[in-house]
């Protein structure tokens, strides 16, 4: 079983919520019937314009959601169904191996097969910088970033993915897309996002504590963030 994120972009011509609405139903269908065995979607739609404040661009066009798909195999003969099908639908989208790693599993807002998860789930695309070699990066992050991360925000869902590899050509060059879900107050307010709700020193120290966890392992002008919508169309974890 081999987990794919595909990065999709909408064409401008298509509001939001029609684009959404046929990701979620149309694209979804002809998956399915290709055999994946889970598929999530993420969108950044009307239901998350409230959170636009979050999102940090440096990759352009803006990405506007993502398609994960689990299928067996992601060797290229096997795959290309699936990406002739997304691509009919999505014409600009790019394509991305990854090894998921749930740190933080929902259990708080369960999502319901083809519903919206409540509050919003915020994307995080990273490149690893230059001054660090993969595995540097990686321990930086995973053994050492993570603890705090958990231990500073109010995530409800935290699931790292690492590029294994693109999987399109011309895929801009990410190393990592990072899921993290959290309350609906986050949206405007950054005191629900670092757990210090009503506490400014408390949001303060989480804060200044995670900023420089994370500016070990991340160059900010290199990072995107996308405030978006999840639904969950076919669970692969219970």
């Known amino acids: 079983m081999e987990k794919i994120i595909y990065i999709l972009w909408r064409d401008g011509q298509i509001p939001p919520r029609q684009w959404s609405r046929t990701l979620r139903t149309e694209l979804t269908d002809r998956l399915l019937s290709l055999g994946a065995h889970g598929i999530q979607i993420n969108t950044a739609d009307t239901e ?12 352009y066009p803006c990405i506007d959601g993502t398609a994960a798909v689990w299928i067996d195999s992601a060797v290229p003969m096997m795959r290309q169904p699936f990406d ?22 929902n259990t708080r807002f369960p999502p319901k097969a083809g519903e919206r998860t409540p509050g919003f789930s915020q994307l995080v695309f990273l490149t690893r910088p230059p001054r660090l070699t993969h595995e540097a990066w990686l321990d930086v992050w995973q053994n050492h970033h993570t603890r705090i991360a958990i231990e500073t925000l109010d995530n409800f869902l935290y699931i790292q993915n690492v590029v294994v590899r ?20 986050a949206m405007t307010d950054l005191y629900a996002i ?29 990072i995107d963030v996308v405030p978006t919508s999840q639904y969950v169309v076919k669970p692969m974890h219970g």
Not at 204 to 215: G, I, K, T, V, W
């Open 166 to 185: 693109p999987l399109t050509h011309g895929a801009p060059g990410y190393d990592a897309i990072i899921e993290e879900c959290y309350p609906e107050a």
């Open 194 to 222: 670092f757990k210090a709700v009503g506490d400014v020193d408390q949001f303060q120290r989480n804060f200044d504590e995670l900023m420089r966890s994370c500016a070990r392992f991340i160059d900010f002008d290199k």
């Open 48 to 59: 998350v314009e409230a959170a636009a404040a979050l999102r940090q661009q440096n990759t």
């Open 84 to 105: 002739d099908t997304v691509r009919a639908i999505v014409p600009h989208c790019a394509a991305y191996l990854v090894t998921e790693s749930q740190l933080i599993r």
